[in-house]
Nanobody, 114 residues
Framework: QVRLVPSGGGSVQPGGSLRLSCKAS????????VGWYRQAPDKQRELVAR???????NIADSVKGRFTTSRENDRATVYLHMNNLKPEDTALYFC????????WGQGTQVNVAA
């Protein structure tokens, strides 16, 4: 069974930073395109970043210049680096094999507020 588990969420003030980590069981992340998604209350889930096996990345316009994604293959981990966080970044964040092939799990909550 494939499971992808994000971690690293928390509460920060506007302008702060967080780094989310995504680890998987049952699948090797390094051979797959991994997407980072978020879902705010009463909104649809959206893709914010993805990284392919060659480390090419795509970042959503809404977070471009503030969010980046990277992978560390030795540790089988994909990261979402979030800088200059804004209140509108508050959401439940998920990672999944692009475009969302497996169970979404519980995600990790990010709260940005003064």
């Amino acid at each position: 069974q494939v499971r992808l588990v994000p971690s690293g969420g928390g509460s920060v003030q506007p302008g702060g930073s967080l780094r989310l980590s995504c680890k998987a069981s049952g699948i090797a992340l390094k051979f797959n395109t991994v997407g980072w998604y978020r879902q705010a209350p009463d909104k649809q889930r959206e893709l914010v970043a993805r990284i392919d096996p060659d480390d090419n990345t795509n970042i959503a316009d809404s977070v471009k210049g503030r969010f980046t994604t990277s992978r560390e293959n030795d540790r089988a981990t994909v990261y979402l680096h979030m800088n200059n966080l804004k209140p509108e970044d508050t959401a439940l964040y998920f990672c999944n094999i692009y475009p969302g092939l497996y169970d979404w799990g519980q995600g990790t909550q990010v709260n940005v507020a003064a």
